[in-house]
């Protein structure tokens, strides 16, 4: 027996397809007439249009899957009554007519700004009129409203023709074979919109993929990117509090008082005679607090307590925000995460920055992950950022072994990174590598064996130890182990590779993991600092000392501190320090929280702790090194002051250059 669909499935599908190919023709025309992509290959214009594709068909159905909701509810129904079509024709002319709206809009915005439309594009609606008189005096508007009058008797016309169609002959089909086409089209429209055969949906951030900035718009789906950078709309900058604080940042930093400019050039005399490596390992959920060389009673990280007898450690190095995404963002960009809404590599309005990353010339450059890089819209930091770039992770590496939801676990990442090192240091060519953990998170996957390495049983350790460690499980508990003998384990094959002796390695924990009250960092804990309390340590024989450094240190001096360190000239153009200039006084962490659920701010300097939320402006002053947690903040105006003024420089500062450092052509 043949089957057949029902006319009101065949109703839906060929509705999206209309839809599809009218956002699709307006792609076509967008680059005929808008968008100039002489400079671009033809392997960058054809991938940027494929992933356009695939943004307009994900639009397609997220326009029309109300209607579709409906129409599979009442079925065969749909097309029987009047007041149905009248429906899908109010309906269909209405989602034609905004659609059109906005991809007009986007004409004029990129020929006006040369960047898609956004949300940002919103401010010009405070100023209706003189952006009203703007509209009318640059471009026929008039003439535009009666082609979209046309367009929308177009579109009446032809849902009422779809309509008639497919509202005859009508076959009755059996509730089970109802259940199945609907189930099927669910499904279906369900897998367009997420448009991915990886675990993580098509995201704008895949867009920006290439270097040249007009392939990236081109790529764009001016109504999804809209909508994606709606959340952002107003995080902007307060140019008033800026400017106010500006001689604050340029005394902290040394830079110019006549103007505004954070550029900061850093040449050598000499250099390298041979370029040396570097590899920075993103340790996932590791803070001072659960390892032992930091005094956590649990022998918790044996192989990394000695790798840092032998390295150069920060023990005051603080992330500015607790979660992987923000720290990700802020080492690679050289800002902080300062994003009230969700996290910084989410907002598409702040890629494109100049990082110090990019300036890594003749360099190989690389990022390892267990997963998708569109997890957060990491992909985004990194390709929009750094030229000749090279991405592995889930379908890159040769034998994938997934562990769970984060990909292949450390022992695999290492491993595969190992390779691509051995390869480069074979054919003498310098690389920088960017590693990003991920088994030291839950799930807590954990193999049962691994070489030497074997996860503590339950019996094995006893509650009260666990408890007085802070550790919340033997399975967390476990992963940082697990964590700690990969670390190692690269080290080891380093070694054996042969580019262990010409290679920087620098080790930073993303963030702390959520742990228990102990007797340890116990005014970190109640001031809900612990999280950001990381550990940092450079492990290099040939290059560094072995000492531990007590200067507050942050994120965000990450690469300043490793392009110095290897005599690389570049420009630092954000809020970062090289933490190995001997400057006195000029030393300090900056970490954005949430203080009683308010979004907050807050410094640290020696062993004072300055904090202050940005709605209600609640300020507290702490010495971390005294027995009692007492706000003294009165006792020290002078204090209070300097630091307050500090706290809001970098504030103001990383909000002005998340929109005032973009790259220039």
Not at 128 to 154: C, D, H, N, T
């Amino acid at each position: 027996m043949k089957l057949s669909l029902p006319n009101y499935i065949k109703y839906i599908f060929t509705n999206v397809f209309f839809l599809f190919i009218y956002i699709v023709l307006y792609r076509i025309i967008f680059y005929f007439f808008s968008i100039n992509l002489a400079e671009a290959s033809n392997t960058e214009i054809k991938k940027a249009l494929f992933l356009g594709m695939r943004f307009d068909l994900k639009l397609a159905i997220i326009t029309f899957f109300p209607l579709a909701i409906l129409i599979l509810i009442v079925n065969h129904r749909f097309l029987k009554y009047s007041v149905y079509k009248r429906l899908s024709k109010v309906y269909l002319v209405i989602a034609y007519t905004v659609l059109t709206l906005f991809f007009v809009f986007d004409f004029g915005y990129y020929d006006y700004l040369h960047i898609r439309l956004d949300a940002s594009s919103l401010r010009f609606l405070s100023n209706l009129k003189i952006s009203s008189q703007v509209l009318i005096e640059s471009y026929p508007v008039f003439k535009g409203l009666l082609g979209l009058l046309l367009v929308a008797y177009l579109i009446f016309k032809l849902s009422n023709f779809t309509f008639n169609y497919y509202a005859k002959n009508h076959k009755k089909i059996s509730k089970k074979l109802k259940a199945v086409y609907l189930i099927s089209t669910v499904l279906i429209l369900s897998y367009g919109i997420y448009n991915s055969i990886t675990h993580y949906p098509l995201r704008w951030s895949q867009a920006f993929f290439s270097k040249n900035n007009a392939v990236n718009q081109f790529a764009l789906n001016p109504v999804l990117y809209f909508f994606d950078s709606f959340a952002y709309r107003s995080e902007g900058v307060n140019m008033e509090e800026f400017n106010k604080y500006y001689p604050v940042i340029a005394n902290h930093l040394n830079l110019p008082k006549d103007k505004v400019s954070f550029n900061r050039k850093v040449t050598f005399d000499t250099t390298f005679t041979k370029k040396p490596n570097i590899v920075i390992v993103m340790m996932e959920s590791v803070g001072v607090k659960p390892m032992s060389y930091y005094g956590n009673p649990i022998n918790s990280t044996p192989k990394m307590d000695s790798i840092i007898k032998k390295s150069l450690s920060f023990s005051n190095f603080y992330v500015h925000k607790s979660g992987t995404a923000a720290s990700v963002f802020a080492s690679v960009s050289g800002l902080p995460d300062i994003e009230n809404v969700r996290t910084a590599s989410r907002n598409p309005l702040i890629q494109d920055q100049r990082i110090i990353f990019d300036q890594f010339n003749g360099y190989e450059k690389l990022y390892f992950l267990g997963g998708s890089a569109n997890w957060a819209n990491i992909r985004s930091i990194f390709q929009s950022n750094i030229n000749g770039l090279k991405i592995f992770e889930e379908g890159s590496y040769k034998t994938e072994n997934r562990a769970d939801v984060w990909g292949i676990d450390d022992y695999e990442l290492f491993k595969e990174s190992n390779k691509e090192f051995e390869i480069l240091s074979k054919k003498n060519k310098p690389f920088i590598a960017y590693i990003q953990t991920a088994s030291n998170h839950i799930p807590f996957t954990v193999p049962n064996e691994k070489e030497s390495f074997k996860p503590l049983q339950e019996n094995e350790i006893s509650e009260s130890l666990i408890e007085k460690a802070g550790f919340k499980s033997v399975a967390q508990l476990n992963a940082l182990r697990y964590l700690d003998f990969n670390i190692s384990k690269f080290l080891e094959r380093a070694k054996k590779a042969g580019y262990y002796e010409n290679t920087i390695f620098a080790f930073f924990g993303d963030h702390n993991t959520a742990m228990k009250r102990t007797e340890n960092f116990t005014k970190e804990h109640d001031l809900n600092i612990q999280l950001q309390h990381v550990p940092f340590f450079i492990h290099a024989p040939n290059y560094v000392k072995n000492e531990t450094i007590s200067k507050n240190g942050k994120l965000i001096d990450l690469f300043p501190t490793l392009a110095s360190l290897a005599k690389v000239n570049h420009t630092n153009y954000t809020l970062g320090n090289n933490l190995l200039d001997s400057i006195p006084g000029k030393d300090a962490s900056f970490v954005y929280l949430k203080i009683n659920g308010e979004p907050a701010v807050g410094l640290l300097q020696d062993s004072l702790y300055y904090s202050k939320t940005t709605i209600n402006k609640t300020a507290a002053l702490y010495n971390l090194n005294t027995k009692d947690l007492n706000d003294i903040k009165d006792e020290n105006p002078l204090i209070t002051k300097k630091m307050d003024s500090l706290l809001n420089a970098f504030y103001h500062s990383t909000k002005y250059l998340y929109f005032n450092n973009k790259k220039t052509k």
